[in-house]
């Protein structure tokens, strides 16, 4: 079974930076389509951003852009995101997903593993 696992959280002021890493037990998900989607208590989970198998794609939610960046490292198995100016409404667990083919990248259910989370908790 492929795994996913998360590393990275933790706790950060509002204005610092994190990366989060997620590395898949399994080579064949070095084709995948990764995602990484963030669910606040109370809240759906909700896209954050997304990359393209080759990494020459990338799609970001309005509320990051500028500020997060997605990067894989296929050779290691690893998909990556660089949080800057993080903001107290980014308080969440963060979870990253592979997708074989999604039909759409920005939707949770097109995707077909997901890590266990990794919480992120932004103070004002």
């Known amino acids: 079974q492929v795994q996913l696992v998360e590393l990275g959280g933790g706790l950060v002021q509002a204005g610092g930076s994190l990366r989060l890493s997620c590395a898949a037990s399994?080579?064949?998900?070095?084709?995948?389509?990764k995602g990484w989607f963030r669910q606040a208590p109370g809240k759906e989970r909700e896209f954050v951003a997304a990359?393209?198998?080759?990494?020459?794609?990338?799609y970001y939610a309005d509320s990051v852009k500028g500020r997060f960046t997605i990067s894989r490292d296929n050779a290691k198995n690893t998909v990556y995101q660089q949080m800057n100016s993080l903001k107290p409404k980014g308080t969440s667990v963060y979870y990253c997903?592979?997708?074989?083919?999604?039909?759409?990248?920005?939707?949770?259910?097109?995707?077909?593993?997901w890590g266990q989370g990794a919480q992120v908790t932004v103070s004002s």
């Open positions: 399994e080579r064949t998900f070095s084709s995948a389509f």
């Open positions: 997903a592979a997708g074989l083919d999604p039909r759409d990248y920005c939707v949770s259910y097109e995707y077909d593993y």
């Open positions: 990359i393209s198998w080759s990494g020459g794609s990338t």
